[in-house]
């Protein structure tokens, strides 16, 4: 399963410097170029990811932990990524102001994603607390 890998990166490196080329000719084009494999990329990627939700689901439940738990691991791991990329995005086009504001709205969305695991935490240790 791990082979695709280096062929998404042979893709990547080679896009890079077919944009960095393009970009001295065409600006947009380079642009389209650039988005065009994000998109395949990422689509082909998220392609591949259901063998692995279902196996963390199995694991999952093996362990006696409830599905919440599950949505709350794949909404962190999806504004992980959607926000590095983003970042990443606003700082190749000189913009780190924007980057900054970008990276500190995804660690607040994980903040309030993570907040019902944080409570079901707590209600545990209170819980045993009370022993």
Same mark, same amino acid.
């Given at each position: ?6 062929? #998404?990166?042979?893709?990547? #490196? ?18 389209? #170029?650039? #988005?065009? !494999? ?6 082909? !990627? ?53 980057? !900054? ?11 309030? !994603? ?18």
């Amino acid at each position: 399963m791990t082979e695709w890998i280096f062929g #998404i990166l042979c893709l990547c #490196i080679f896009t890079t410097i077919l944009c960095k080329v393009s970009e001295h000719y065409n600006k947009e084009f380079s642009l389209y #170029i650039a #988005i065009s !494999v994000i998109l395949v990329v990422s689509g082909f !990627v998220f392609l591949t990811l259901s063998p692995i939700s279902d196996l963390i689901e199995e694991l999952f439940t093996r362990a006696g932990l409830s599905n919440n738990f599950i949505i709350i691991l794949f909404k962190s791991v999806g504004i992980c990524y959607i926000t590095e990329l983003s970042s990443e995005i606003c700082k190749d086009n000189g913009q780190g102001a924007i980057s !900054v504001i970008a990276e500190l709205s995804g660690k607040i969305a994980l903040i309030i !994603v993570s907040l019902p695991l944080t409570k079901s935490i707590i209600d545990i240790i209170t819980d045993l607390s009370a022993y």
